[in-house]
């Protein structure tokens, strides 16, 4: 396909075939004029153009109004959908990159919050509100019915946890803010980056949910928070009802959040040690 | 009984009858033409990947009735050497070059309401996507009555 010229004949051949075939064979040919009309380039007001001629030039060649319109169509549809996917696409891309500003935003919001909880009057009450923030903003980031920051995986740090939860979701988010998270927890550990699963199996049925009822969870993401030699401290976790709600995508946001909360916690421990220290 | 067709795919000229059992499906299963149309040229894209990247596969349509909806399940299964990144070409990446036109599987993927791709190196690749339509009051009263004059 070279042109709009090339295009508006194969597309008058395409509406001439289909009002004398009218089969598949005629949709598949403008389906792949679409297909062309594409990759050269060629927009839908192109289409239109060659669309109106075609008609015309059908009508003048004494087709009936009635078949002309009904043939037009099918053909003008077929040539669409490889469109249809374009623009489909394009608002995918367009709403990534509005989730990703906003990710952006909250982030750099997020920085400034842990750096004020960093600096709360006890290393304890600093803890928790770090790991709430986190369990927070990690539910704001990527969604998900549940998330939950714990520590103290290490067994040197004292261990804490928070959790946030949607406000009708209350009933997933009492499960798993207590729950036993470690055998989840174990996965994280042998992949020792980003861990993305269907969680029934490994949790306790209690805190999961009952088998393949809607209530159950279905989704899980989790990720390490860490302290600045790279040692594992805690958790994040991010729990859903709905199969496959988190993406890779999701695990890198997570894997951000974890490096501010976790240089945040390390600056807690930091000051709280200087106070000690008088 | 399932409604159940099965196309083997081994050349460009199989997208034909696929396109067109699946229209046909979807007509009677209650589908505007817009999405019938909708639904044929994502078979077209997940059969054309079969031909252009392996060979030889084959697609199997199915109608899925549940009581508030109807589907369309495309299933189009090869035994070729695997995707190797589900996830970028599920993007539209093409092996190391950026993203493609959006075409191929992720317009398949755009144009359907599930899609899922199945497949690692050496096993071949499964893509099973379904379009749904929901069913109305309207079309939910009358098949009521239809199902009580047929046992009255």
Known sequence: MNGRAEFGAAYASALTEYLRDGDERARRTAYELGRDAVAAGLGVMDVAEAHHAAVVAALRDGASATAAADAAGEIFLETLSAFEMLARGVAEARDAAERERRHAAILRQLSNFLADASLAASAEGSTHEILHLVAEQARELIGGACCVANIGADRETRPARAASFAPDEAAVGARLALADLSPLEDLVRSLGAVALDDPRERLDPAAAGPGNGSAAVRSWVAVHLTRLDGRPIGFIHAFDRRPRAFTPADGEVLLQLAQMGSAALERADLYARRAADG | ?152
């Open chain 2, 1 to 152: 009984m399932r409604d159940e067709v099965r196309i083997a795919i081994a050349a460009d000229a199989d997208l034909l009858p696929a396109r067109a059992e699946g229209r046909a499906l979807a007509e009677r299963q209650g589908f505007s033409r817009t999405d019938a149309t909708l639904i044929a040229t994502a078979i077209s894209e997940v059969a054309r990947n079969i031909v252009v990247h392996v060979g030889r596969g084959e697609i199997v349509l199915q109608a899925l009735d549940e009581d508030a909806r109807r589907g369309v399940l495309v299933i189009a299964r090869d035994d070729g050497p695997g995707i190797w990144d589900v996830e970028r070409a599920i993007q539209g990446y093409t092996n190391s070059s950026g993203p493609g036109l959006g075409l191929g599987l992720p317009g398949a993927r755009r144009l359907m309401d599930e899609f899922e791709l199945d497949s690692e190196p050496g096993t071949g690749t499964t893509v099973k996507m379904i379009k749904w339509r929901s069913r109305d009051e309207l079309e939910l009263l009358r098949e009521r009555r239809r199902q009580r004059e047929r046992s009255g």
